[in-house]
């Protein structure tokens, strides 16, 4: 009996192998049949199953991660990517797809590492082109760090709502007037142009535009009006790729003429413009010199990179489609990446189109340049509330000028929380100029502190925070420019006293001004609120109330951290720098430097340490030491917790012991990388 079960046994671990072999392979599989089916996202999450199933199959997560960055869910992309980032030989270009990723989630001061490190490593043939790609990309996120601060307070960007966007793709808006809109959408399967009317401050349902011509097969989409209302350009696209891609998917452009009140059967443009095998799309025309002008996007042979702009004119006095032959609009405008979606004021003679070639805060960037035909200025970035980390294009004003429409799949202040879908984004000029003020106070006698440092950030829908101001103040009162409908959080800091903060949502379209006064407590002293002293009223703000004392909590369980089997040896100090853009002093600390990512508490940030002061913590994790050389301060750090999950519970148990002011901070690889949330 013993033999037979001892032979039953081995028979199983012999198995064991085969059967883990065997479910990878079948994930492998499914996820091929799901990429085929055009079940994309499925295919990506099936993937990257069979990948933690069995993690020497590296191809199985690259495979995961191309999906996602077709689809643009750059987070899970980057996460696909991350594994392999450093292995360009055997998947080409991955490092700078995982940095692109990276930035398009606004991840930017991780993104500029990686842009660094990817290009020192590449040994290819095209590395002199590759080098000016890398510098035009670390520009941008130079930029889009930059860019909160200098946004366009006189631009309110609104989503409008379920008449025109859904979960699907919505793109092409072109403005008929103020209150009618043509836009094009996937919501039926393939796309099609549609049209809504605005009643007040509702758009209705989109339909399909009166009397509009049947077109049977493939995508029509990307309608743009001729200026006498006489002619409707728009593309015919293949059909036959399941994911539509505005850029990538292959388009033709065709014409439909008004006869009376009926539109004619389309036509289609020459073979000189729609050159087989290419793309063209995008159509925008225009009126000139009696002449129509049409520009559009473009793969054909004789262009600068991937997509650029042309344009090509017929004479307006005859009702053919004999336009000249098509003409690149040049080096300034076009570049080695992609130029597409023009819209052209003539009014003002400004060419506004977007651009992933050009320095950008994330992949398109809408830009505007002065000029005609072949002559234009040097193209500028239109920044914030216009772009984002996202894509961005489609930019078209209305004919009043006072506003207009552009696409993007950025998040939005809960109401678009995913970048796989885009929608259609309505902006109006003379926006509301909104700020966060306050008054900082010393908790215990409730005078005004003097000199304080503010932090404001911007929390994103998952949580993550981005720092967009930090700034000193030297009487008590802080007052920064804030955007509205975005989720924000303000730290307060003052030397000798525990850091304090609070969060607001600029959702509430009858304020203007945000703000609440902060109490400080000094370090060491009772958690006391005295009667605040007398402040104007700030509309829109919630005062503090005094916090009830905590009964003392028991230690959290912790989970035991992975770490190496012989750990590295306490250091000697040495001196290193933070890789938070935000915080660039040099500190000088004994920690050890752990490989991979791993979390500390900051507790506080003293003159004079003493370790008695935060011994009712120690019981939770080694106090450690940073000192920031420049200004002889000492980070006192909670460390170390090797899981976010771990690193939030003790979080929680450090604020509920008095550190009400402590805060996550992220390490990788030894290096320390900024708050979390």
């Known amino acids: ?48 199953e069979a990948f933690r199933k069995k993690r020497k199959k590296e191809d199985l997560t690259f495979q995961a991660g191309e999906i996602y960055f077709t689809l643009r869910d750059y987070r899970n992309a980057a996460e696909a990517y991350r594994p392999i980032k450093d292995k360009n030989d055997e998947f080409p270009l991955v490092g700078l797809k995982y940095a692109r990723c990276l930035k398009q989630d606004g991840q930017y001061d991780r993104a500029i590492q990686e ?36 946004a366009n307070r006189d631009l309110e960007v609104l989503l409008p709502g379920e008449g025109i966007n859904s979960d699907k793709q919505e793109f092409a808006p072109f403005p008929i007037t103020d209150d009618e809109l043509y836009f094009s959408s996937t919501v039926n399967g393939s796309a099609k142009i549609l049209v809504s009317k605005r009643d007040g401050n509702q758009w209705g349902k989109g339909e399909t535009p009166r009397n509009f011509p049947l077109i049977q097969n493939g995508h029509f989409c990307n309608a743009a009006m001729a200026p006498d209302g006489n002619r409707i350009y728009f593309t015919v696209c293949n059909d036959e790729e399941p994911v539509w891609n505005d850029v990538k998917t292959r388009c033709e452009i065709f014409v439909t003429k008004r006869v009376g009140a009926q539109w004619s059967q389309p036509e289609r443009l020459p073979d000189y413009i729609n050159t087989a095998g290419v793309v063209a799309t995008h159509p925008f025309v225009v009126h000139q010199r009696g002449q129509e002008m049409l520009y559009f996007s473009s793969n054909r042979e004789g262009g600068r990179g991937g997509m650029d702009i042309w344009f090509a004119s017929r004479d307006l006095g005859l009702d053919d489609n004999d336009f000249s032959f098509p003409i690149n609009l040049g ?71 006072k506003g207009g429409f552009l696409t993007s799949n950025r998040v939005f202040a809960g109401n678009k929380i995913v970048t796989t879908n885009e929608d259609i984004f309505e902006f109006a000029k003379g926006g509301r100029r909104m700020i966060v003020k306050g008054n900082v106070y010393d908790r215990g006698s409730g005078n005004p502190i003097g000199a304080i440092t503010v932090r404001l950030y911007e929390v994103m829908n998952d949580g993550r925070e981005a720092e967009l101001r930090s700034e000193r103040f030297s009487d008590g009162r802080y007052s920064f420019d804030i955007l509205p409908n975005r989720q924000f959080r303000v730290e307060v800091e003052a030397y000798g006293y525990q850091t304090e903060g609070y969060a607001f949502s600029s959702d509430n379209p009858e304020v203007f001004a945000y703000g609440q006064p902060t109490f400080l407590q000094q370090e060491g002293a009772p958690a006391t609120v005295p009667d605040p002293p007398a402040e104007p009223e700030v509309p829109g703000r919630n005062l503090p109330t005094a916090p009830a004392e905590p009964a003392e909590p028991t230690a959290p369980v912790i989970s035991q951290p992975t770490v190496p089997a012989n750990p590295p040896a306490p250091n000697t100090p040495y001196v290193t720098t933070s890789r938070d ?20 508490v900051q507790l506080a940030a003293v003159g004079a340490f003493s370790p008695e002061r935060f011994s009712n913590v120690a019981d939770l994790g080694e106090v450690q030491t940073e000192l920031i050389l420049a200004r002889s301060l000492n980070r006192v750090m909670l460390a170390d917790f090797f899981t976010l999950e771990d690193a939030r519970r003790v979080l929680a148990t450090v604020k509920s012991r008095g550190y009400e002011g402590a805060y996550l901070i992220e390490y990788i690889d030894g290096d320390r990388y900024g708050r979390v949330r």
């Open 115 to 150: 842009f660094e490190t990817f290009m020192q490593g590449y040994t290819g043939d095209t590395r002199e082109i590759l080098e000016e790609i890398i510098r035009v990309e670390i520009a941008g996120c130079r930029l889009g760090m930059e860019a909160p601060a200098r």
């Open 581 to 600: 853009p935000n915080d660039n002093n040099e500190y000088q600390t004994s920690a050890t430097r752990h490989s991979g990512t791993y979390y500390k």
């Open 331 to 401: 080096p300034v405008v076009n570049t080695l990446g992609d130029e597409i979606t023009p819209f052209y004021n003539r009014e003002d003679q400004v060419l506004y189109f977007s651009s992933n070639g050009h320095v950008s805060i994330g992949g398109f960037d809408v830009f505007k340049a002065n000029g005609d035909e072949v002559s234009w200025s040097q193209p500028e970035n239109m920044g914030m509330p216009v772009n984002s980390s996202a894509d961005d294009y489609f930019f078209a004003l209305n004919p009043s000028r």
């Open 1 to 48: 009996m013993i033999r037979n079960l001892l032979f039953i046994l081995a028979a199983l671990a012999i198995l064991a192998p085969s059967a883990e072999a065997q479910s990878w392979r079948k994930l492998k599989k499914e996820a091929e049949a799901a990429y085929e089916r055009g079940e994309w996202l499925t295919a990506a999450q099936t993937y990257d």
